[in-house]
Structures are given as structure tokens and as C-alpha cells.
């Protein structure tokens, strides 16, 4: 868990070098929430951060970075509490599956601990050009479309439908990230959200806790006691 400014300071800067910013990425909603960082201590450097803000229930979710984008009207329904995660960045030069993994387990963690019922966030794809990503739309189109009781709805003025059909395959072509989310049984808004800012296309991303599968949900908590040191 991040502790004072140096620490948020040192996520900041690994968000800069992870999305290709030219500037500083200094959000207001960092105040709001809890932030992790992944460290490698061989080499003593941040390799890996996200935050998270957790909501006692969907009556909150205004508050979130993903309701800039979305209208999360359906999900304000839900009273159970969720987390929202962002900011989701691994260093552009490591390529370790170790840092992912760190990271669910202190999600697993703040699950757990808080009885969150659902994570949610918008999953970031590099660029702002549709093409090189219609087969990972098509793939998301055709079997991971939230259902209609969360579906989010569109408020962004630019956006790209995804679309069955624009070619096979595309698992590929995933963020990381969003294929943990889809091997959860998470489901994603039926648009992308073209980011300029951000210099990404981003879909809303949510997970049911309850929808996990047994077996995944076994592996989570095992890698969580082995990240704090439990049996």
C-alpha cells in the first residue's frame, strides 16, 4: 500500500511512462483512493501500480473516474459494496507475469477484507485508432457484453461500438489485464470510449465477485497468502 507523497509520486510517474503521457498524470480522483504499488526489490524500482476506490454501494458510483465516460445509472441500483480500479499500469520495459499476479492478490485482499461484491474500471487499449483492435472487439461483442441489469449506458461524445463480425480471433489482441477480467467471468460495455487525454480506447470493465469461478477464486487467495506472508 502506498504511504505519503513519494510513493504516489513514484505511481504517478510509472503512469506517465505506461500510457506514453507528456505531462505529469495528476488526477483529482487519486485523493479518493487507495493506491498500490508493486516493487522489484532486486532492482529497487516500481515496476507495477494501480488504485482502487471502494464505495459502499452503487448509490457512490457518481464519485468514480469510470462515470466520466459512462452512464452507470443501471449499476447506482446495486447496495452492495464495489471498488472501482485504475490507473492500472506494469512498466512498459518488464515483462514479468509475477507483477500481475502480485497485483490480484492484494486485490484479492481488499476483496475480501471489505466484502466487495464487485470490481469495475475502464480497460485501456494503447492508441486511439479503432483498427488494429476490430478482432478483440468482435471477440468481446460476441460473448462478453454485460448483462442488461448493469449494462452501462453511453455519455461520452466519442465512441466506438463493438461489433460481432470484424474478424476472428482477437484474444490476442487483449490488454493483459482485461483477459484476468474475461477468465473471471467479467463482462464489458457494448462501446469503446475514445480517450484522447489518455491517448487509449477504453471499454467498462466489471466483475461479479459471485461469478467467479470456484476453482479461480481458490488460486486468488492462495497467491494472497503467499503476497502477506500466510500459510
Not at 449499476?75 to 499500469?89: A, D, H, I, Q, V
Not at 494503447?126 to 478482432?135: E, K, L, T, V
Not at 466483475?207 to 503467499?226: F, G, K, N, T, Y
Request: hydrophobic share 45%; with cysteine.
Amino acid at each position: 500500500m502506498a504511504e505519503g507523497a513519494a510513493d504516489l509520486a513514484e505511481a504517478q510517474a510509472l503512469r506517465v511512462a505506461a500510457f506514453g503521457l507528456s505531462a505529469p498524470d495528476l488526477d483529482t480522483i487519486d485523493e479518493a483512493c487507495l493506491h498500490i504499488v508493486i516493487e522489484d526489490r532486486r532492482r529497487a524500482c516500481v515496476v507495477g501500480c494501480f488504485r482502487m476506490m471502494p464505495l459502499a454501494s452503487g448509490a457512490q458510483i457518481a464519485r468514480s473516474y469510470s462515470a466520466r465516460f459512462y452512464d452507470l445509472g443501471r449499476l447506482s441500483r446495486k447496495r452492495s459494496p464495489m471498488t472501482e480500479l485504475g490507473r492500472f499500469c506494469i512498466h512498459p520495459a518488464t515483462r514479468d507475469p509475477d507483477i500481475l499476479r502480485a497485483a490480484w492478490a492484494a486485490i484479492t485482499a481488499h476483496v475480501d477484507a471489505a466484502g466487495v461484491q464487485m470490481l469495475f474500471g475502464c480497460t485501456s487499449f494503447r492508441g486511439i485508432d479503432p483498427a488494429p483492435y476490430a478482432s478483440a472487439f468482435d471477440l468481446l461483442a460476441r460473448g462478453h457484453l454485460a448483462p442488461p441489469d448493469w449494462a452501462p449506458g453511453r455519455r461520452a461524445a466519442h465512441t466506438v461500438p463493438l461489433r460481432a463480425g470484424q474478424g476472428a480471433g482477437g484474444l490476442h489482441a487483449l490488454p493483459p489485464l482485461l483477459r484476468s477480467y474475461l477468465a473471471m467471468g467479467g463482462k464489458v460495455s457494448d462501446h469503446a470510449v475514445v480517450d484522447a487525454q489518455m491517448n487509449t480506447l477504453h471499454v467498462f470493465t466489471g466483475v461479479e465477485i459471485a461469478a467467479i469461478p470456484p476453482a479461480r477464486q481458490r488460486l486468488l487467495r492462495a497467491d494472497a497468502r503467499a503476497v502477506s506472508g500466510g500459510a
